[in-house]
């Protein structure tokens, strides 16, 4: 007998198969926005929480029963991988992440070391099993990974950067550094979220966070080919969301690179997207999350257009454009839910 998360409308709709209902999940649906989250991080730091296991299953499965989200996503953070590839990593209070001894020259490339197995990761292996054995069966759980040009952004930039100077002074210098260290991380990838499915994930999501600083062409030649190691060496049947922001010009690209389910930002319309993606694919978004700051009719006013746009389109999974902003209410995170699952999927 299938299993019973094989039968659930996320799961539906990334085969692009006939629901009943919307299935609607959010990107960082587990953060700072709840306050049981902010009382549990005033006892523990972020990395803390990361590598221990219990926390971030039971962190996870809270959340889905508060927010009747349609698909659970493994609580952790896509720089983890990093640490063991031989870069520091820190998260200081009130600051974004910080990684010690970036990456600059071909010779840094050099010192980057190539994830062979799991032995530095069993904390992520751990918390998707015991996130998966807490959840409801019916409900699937996403695993997650960094994709190879933001992580490697990452760790050239130390950190966040405006205008990604020094990740495309690399690039564009030194591009056979470029391809040695992006396909490095690839493979690493790969590894890792196959890791995450042997462990229990139903699926697995690719954020590629830091890629819309690039043009069309430089996502073709730079991106492109390695993003899609990523995506083609995943486990057989299991499906993988491709997730990019900041540049609405490249999702036809990201189409290209694979993946069941594309991901979009808010920066475009989603009939604009649909027409983008291929047929073939999913998709999933894209309200933009400074809506669910604003006033509760506003969010449900906004969400009713967003799943308009998408029409008689099969295939369509709800989310935001990004993650769930801090401060934002949670009454207002269950009226966009509500709403999701309040619509006819007729489109009436």
């Known amino acids: 007998m299938p299993p019973a998360w094989n039968d659930s ?6 085969r692009r198969e006939a629901v009943g209902q919307v299935p609607v999940w959010l990107m960082r649906q587990a953060g700072r926005y709840l306050p049981e989250y902010r009382e549990l ?13 219990a926390l971030c299953a039971d962190v996870m499965i809270k959340t889905v029963q508060r927010l009747g989200v349609d698909a659970a996503i493994l609580f952790s953070d896509l720089l983890l991988i990093l640490e063991p590839m031989g870069l520091g990593l820190d998260f200081p209070s009130g600051e974004g992440p910080v990684l010690g001894n970036p990456i600059r020259t071909a010779a840094d490339v050099d010192r980057l070391c190539e994830l062979e197995n799991m032995d530095c990761l069993q904390f992520v292996v751990e918390a998707v099993r015991q996130t998966r054995a807490g959840l409801p069966p019916h409900v699937p759980l996403i695993g997650f990974g960094g994709a190879p040009f933001t992580l490697a952004a990452y760790a050239i930039e130390g950190g966040s950067s405006r205008d990604y100077r020094a990740t495309k002074s690399l690039m564009y210098h030194d591009a056979a550094a470029w391809d040695v260290l992006m396909g490095r991380i690839a493979r690493s990838v790969a590894l890792y979220l196959n890791a995450q499915i042997d462990a229990g994930a139903q699926a697995v999501q690719l954020f590629d966070s830091w890629v819309g600083c690039l043009g069309v062409d430089d996502y073709r030649r730079y991106v492109l080919p390695h993003s899609r190691t990523v995506i083609r060496q995943i486990r057989a049947g ?21 993946g069941d389910v594309i991901g979009v930002d808010w920066r475009l319309r989603l009939d604009d997207a649909c ?20 006033p509760m009719d506003e969010v449900r006013r906004r969400v009713r257009e967003m799943l308009a746009q998408v029409g008689a389109r099969p295939g369509y999974i709800a989310n935001l454009g990004h993650g769930v902003l801090p401060g934002t209410p949670v009454d ?16 009436a």
């Open 275 to 294: 027409g983008m993606i291929r047929p073939e694919q999913a998709v999933q978004g894209n309200l933009d999350p400074v809506v669910l700051l604003g």
């Open 238 to 258: 299991v499906p993988v969301i491709h997730f990019a922001t900041g540049n609405p010009a490249l999702v036809p690209l990201l189409s290209e690179a694979g």
């Open 41 to 53: 991080r005033a006892k523990v730091s972020f990395l803390g929480l990361c590598k221990d296991p």
């Open 332 to 347: 207002n995170v269950l009226a966009m839910i509500d709403t999701v699952h309040a619509w006819q999927v007729t489109g």
């Open 9 to 14: 409308p996320f799961l539906k709709a990334v």
